[in-house]
């Protein structure tokens, strides 16, 4: 058998590694089953989570990208059972850092200057709490459209009154008396704050949730685009 050549390479216990997207190593992987185990590693592929246990998996998969979680704990998303996720419309003022009625009347001044005449302002966010007057905004502060002394509480909810009898400006749990008169926006004016506002539960760890109040078509029309 001259001039041939012959090569033979023995691989004893050689296993191929299996592929997968991500690795999470190094933390407290609580993974919420019946036995509430905890693991060290996680295995990720094509968006699911195919294998969890110790170090050994490190070994047995070769992950595209890898995560140290450095001993922090990862759990499953967080279900919302009550969300209203909603998108703000160009009359729209957030109110979540007002720190006192003089501004909020300031924001709704610019805001009215931006719209100009005859356009309606809504907001959303404010606490009395965090205000510096210690109370909530009341009609003397602000206009209330299309109530009188004479108009009944609505089933269900309560139109304030003062000491005196007189409106104050405050209605409790039937918002629909004063959004009935706003005007619908167009999506396509919410849909892009709508959306951050999806992606923004994320960081909070909310996966999944349930709207109240939601429409079946405007829900259609999010998973069609993004999934």
Do not use: C
């Not at 050994?56 to 890898?66: E, G, H």
């Not at 499953?76 to 998108?87: E, I, K, L, R, Y």
């Not at 109110?95 to 200057?113: F, G, N």
């Amino acid at each position: 058998m001259s001039g041939t050549f012959f090569s033979l390479a023995l691989l004893i216990g050689f296993t191929a590694k299996e592929p997968a997207d991500l690795l999470l190593f190094n933390g407290r992987i609580f993974s919420a089953n019946e036995k509430l185990a905890t693991h060290s590693v996680m295995v990720v592929t094509d968006g699911k989570i195919v294998a969890v246990g110790d170090a050994s998996l490190k070994s047995r998969f070769n992950a595209q990208d890898s995560v140290d979680l450095r001993g922090k704990l990862l759990i499953p998303g967080f279900n919302d059972t009550h969300q209203h996720v909603f998108g703000r419309s160009n009359r729209y003022i957030a109110l979540d850092d007002v720190r006192s009625i003089r501004e909020l009347k300031d924001l709704v001044r610019s805001k009215a200057t931006e719209l100009g005449e005859e356009e309606w302002i809504t907001g959303y966010g404010w606490a009395k709490d965090d205000l510096a007057e210690k109370r909530r905004s009341l009609r003397w502060d602000f206009d209330l459209a299309e109530i009188n002394l004479n108009t009944p509480d609505p089933e269900g909810g309560i139109i304030e009154r003062d000491k005196t009898g007189k409106l104050n400006g405050t209605i409790r749990e039937r918002q629909n008396i004063i959004g009935r008169l706003v005007p619908d926006p167009a999506w396509d004016e919410l849909k892009p704050s709508f959306i951050t506002n999806l992606r923004g539960l994320l960081k909070f760890g909310i996966t999944s949730f349930i709207q109240a109040g939601a429409t079946v078509e405007q829900w259609q029309g999010v998973y069609a685009e993004f999934g």
